[in-house]
């Protein structure tokens, strides 16, 4: 019977035609893979490859034993995500992200990360807080980073963890004379540009005007950060948005950032399923982004 290692050889050899860049490929020695091929045609009582010259080519039977092979590789990878495996190994890194902690936080984290791990593998995937939290419990990505807490009915299965907090400040165009601190009572008589509902943060925002008893009704409303940023730059409104989306890029954003009372700072949420050990790579990240 074959094993993983012999089908990710033979797989890995068909789709490189050499067993030079499988060995890179998969991070082996090139006479490890020779003799994972030498094993499963042995098993299989077949031949699968013709050896030339300047590398390998598939026999007739190589060809029509790939894609079973290949389909069966995928299907244990499904089984191992099911039975509680995490999707990446030690030189991946699948995580979930919002569009605030995306802009500027996880990309310079993950840049300090490559500076002292070297190569590595990274799957950011961008969404929703409902969207990554169904990626994390299908397996798609081994963890996400989510405003606030959850609902009590998406917890099944999964542990949610805060990581980080980010005060809340008042983008207003550029040129905009300083005043003092914005307040919730002084936003009630300007336009807002916000994001659009479905966003925790736009949640988080909602929640603040009307423990105030101020009444929220944006005069603008998008579907991300950047647009937020360019419609104030443009002169249509002042934005409550996530100081941690803008750090360090204020200069740039045609923007000014001010102190904003009233809105208690957003929190963040590390979500993954339970029981399974994040990788070594999450790990790191996510104390990057706690520091």
């Given at each position: 019977?074959?094993?993983?290692?012999?089908?990710?050889?033979f797989?890995?050899?068909?789709?490189?035609?050499?067993?030079?860049?499988?060995?890179?490929?998969l991070?082996?020695?090139?006479?490890s893979?020779?003799?994972r091929?030498?094993?499963?045609?042995?098993?299989?009582?077949?031949?699968?490859?013709?050896?030339?010259?300047?590398?390998?080519s598939?026999?007739?039977?190589?060809?029509?034993?790939?894609?079973a092979?290949?389909a069966?590789?995928?299907?244990?990878?499904?089984?191992?995500?099911?039975?509680?495996?995490?999707?990446?190994?030690?030189?991946?890194?699948?995580?979930?992200?919002?569009?605030?902690?995306?802009r500027?936080?996880?990309?310079?984290?993950?840049?300090r990360?490559?500076?002292?791990?070297g190569d590595?593998s990274?799957?950011?995937?961008?969404?929703s807080?409902?969207?990554?939290?169904?990626?994390?419990?299908?397996?798609?990505?081994?963890?996400?980073?989510?405003?606030g807490?959850?609902?009590?009915?998406?917890?099944?299965?999964?542990?949610?963890?805060?990581?980080?907090?980010?005060?809340?400040?008042?983008?207003?165009?550029?040129?905009?004379?300083?005043?003092?601190?914005?307040?919730?009572?002084?936003?009630?008589?300007?336009r807002?540009?916000?994001?659009?509902?479905?966003?925790g943060?736009?949640?988080?925002?909602?929640?603040?005007?009307?423990?105030?008893?101020?009444?929220?009704?944006?005069?603008?409303?998008?579907?991300?950060?950047s647009?937020?940023?360019?419609?104030?730059?443009?002169?249509?409104?002042?934005?409550?948005?996530?100081?941690?989306?803008?750090?360090?890029?204020?200069?740039?954003?045609?923007?000014?950032?001010?102190?904003?009372?009233?809105?208690?700072?957003?929190?963040?949420?590390?979500?993954?399923?339970?029981?399974?050990?994040?990788?070594?790579?999450?790990?790191?990240?996510?104390?990057?982004?706690?520091?």
């Amino acid at each position: 019977m074959a094993d993983v290692p012999a089908l990710e050889a033979f797989v890995a050899v068909a789709r490189l035609g050499s067993v030079v860049r499988a060995a890179e490929r998969l991070g082996r020695t090139q006479p490890s893979i020779s003799a994972r091929i030498a094993t499963l045609e042995a098993a299989w009582e077949t031949r699968l490859f013709r050896r030339h010259a300047r590398g390998m080519s598939l026999t007739p039977e190589g060809e029509r034993l790939l894609p079973a092979a290949s389909a069966a590789l995928e299907h244990l990878e499904a089984l191992d995500r099911k039975a509680g495996l995490a999707a990446g190994g030690a030189d991946e890194l699948r995580i979930g992200s919002g569009d605030a902690l995306g802009r500027e936080a996880i990309p310079r984290a993950i840049a300090r990360l490559l500076r002292e791990s070297g190569d590595l593998s990274i799957r950011v995937l961008e969404g929703s807080a409902g969207r990554l939290i169904e990626a994390v419990r299908a397996g798609e990505i081994d963890s996400a980073l989510v405003t606030g807490a959850p609902p009590s009915d998406a917890r099944g299965g999964l542990l949610f963890e805060p990581i980080l907090t980010s005060r809340v400040e008042l983008l207003v165009p550029r040129g905009e004379p300083a005043v003092t601190p914005a307040t919730l009572s002084s936003l009630g008589r300007r336009r807002i540009v916000a994001l659009q509902r479905g966003s925790g943060f736009r949640k988080h925002v909602e929640d603040a005007f009307e423990a105030a008893g101020v009444p929220f009704a944006p005069a603008v409303e998008v579907g991300n950060l950047s647009l937020v940023r360019r419609f104030v730059a443009a002169g249509l409104g002042v934005a409550p948005v996530p100081a941690i989306a803008f750090e360090g890029s204020a200069a740039r954003l045609s923007v000014q950032r001010r102190r904003l009372g009233g809105i208690p700072p957003v929190p963040y949420t590390l979500v993954r399923r339970a029981g399974i050990p994040l990788t070594a790579s999450a790990s790191r990240l996510i104390e990057r982004l706690r520091r």
